[in-house]
Structures are given as structure tokens and as C-alpha cells.
């Protein structure tokens, strides 16, 4: 795993052992973040269920203005920590230690993001749970971009009621990249 663009180009990432994460792979990773280009740079961006860092780091890397890394796993936290270190990025990263939901909580008065990335354990409904917060939380405006990071077969028929939209999904083998606005 490596940042694949930006200021940290090709530097190795380093990652957890084992599946407690699922590290986000390149060639998915680049199609991300070509649909989300024109979000990214300046933003202020949060990388939930961060994991071993590698989307958030490769925002900080295309130009975003700061990162949040929200992940509650103690060696994910040790990995990230030591990623940011690697990419010479941590200056303009935070990284907490909490749940979702805690976490983003405790990030609500740093005012509205740019983009918003979910990548939660599968099969858990925490989706749901972070887009129920999100739906009148004031990390979102009518900029923000959500993208969810989910199975291909989790159902997110639920966002119109709380006032989202799905603008776009790229399916892949076996997940989903779900982009997500307010309206």
C-alpha cells in the first residue's frame, strides 16, 4: 500500500497485520479519489473508521488543508500515527481515539468538511448510525461530500429521509464507493 498522488507520491504505508482493517486497495483508491478531485484540495477533510490512515493521508497528500482520523482500534491509531510521520503530514493532522460517533461529536465545532469518508466494519449497521448523526450535524452543509466505503451488499435506502442524496456509485468486486451530498 502506497500514497499513490500528490506530495507524499509513492511513499510505502505502512499496515496492520491480520483483519482488523481493510486497507482500501490502490487501483480503488484511484478511482476515488478521481471523482472526488475537485473536493479535496484546501478542504478540511475526515477519514472515519480511519483505519491504517491510507485515504486520509492521501487527501492531506493531493493539497487538503487538514485531516481528522477518527479510529478507535489502539494499533490502527500506532499505524496512522506512524504513516503521518512516514509522509511528513502530521502537522496538519489530528488523530482521536474513539468510535464514530464519539469521534465526530467531539470534531463538530471545527465547522464544516469538505469530504467525509466512511469506511465502517461491514456488516455492523454503523453506517446508518453515522449518517443519522450527520444529518443535522454542522460538519455538513450543502458542500460536503460523504462518500461511504460499503459492501455491495448494504442498502442505504434510508438517506432520502434524512436528507441526502446519492449522487454516485461505483461498484467493485465485492464493495461499493457510495457518494453522498446533502439535498
Known amino acids: 500500500m502506497r500514497v499513490i498522488a500528490g506530495s507524499a507520491r509513492r511513499i510505502v504505508l ?87 460517533i464519539t469521534g465526530l461529536m467531539q470534531t463538530e465545532n471545527k465547522g464544516p468538511a469538505g469530504v467525509i469518508f466512511i469506511d465502517p466494519p461491514y456488516g455492523r449497521n454503523l453506517e446508518e448510525q453515522i449518517m443519522k448523526l450527520l444529518s443535522s450535524s454542522k460538519l455538513v452543509d450543502d458542500d460536503t461530500l460523504i462518500v461511504i466505503e460499503a459492501s455491495n451488499d448494504t442498502e442505504l435506502d434510508y438517506l432520502g429521509a434524512l436528507g441526502f442524496n446519492i449522487i454516485k456509485t461505483k461498484e467493485y468486486r465485492t464493495n461499493k464507493h457510495v457518494f453522498i451530498m446533502k439535498g
Open 14 to 100: 505502512k499496515s496492520l497485520e491480520g483483519t482488523d482493517t481493510r486497507p482500501t486497495l490502490d487501483r480503488y483508491k484511484e478511482t476515488l479519489f478521481n471523482t472526488m478531485q475537485t473536493y479535496v484540495p484546501d478542504s478540511f477533510f475526515i477519514d472515519v473508521c480511519a483505519g491504517t490512515g491510507a485515504i486520509g493521508i492521501e487527501a492531506l497528500s493531493r493539497g487538503a488543508d487538514k485531516a481528522v482520523f477518527i479510529e478507535n482500534n489502539r494499533k490502527a491509531i500506532a499505524v496512522i500515527e506512524e504513516n503521518l510521520e512516514r509522509t511528513h503530514l502530521a502537522d496538519r493532522a489530528q488523530v482521536l481515539t474513539a468510535d464514530a
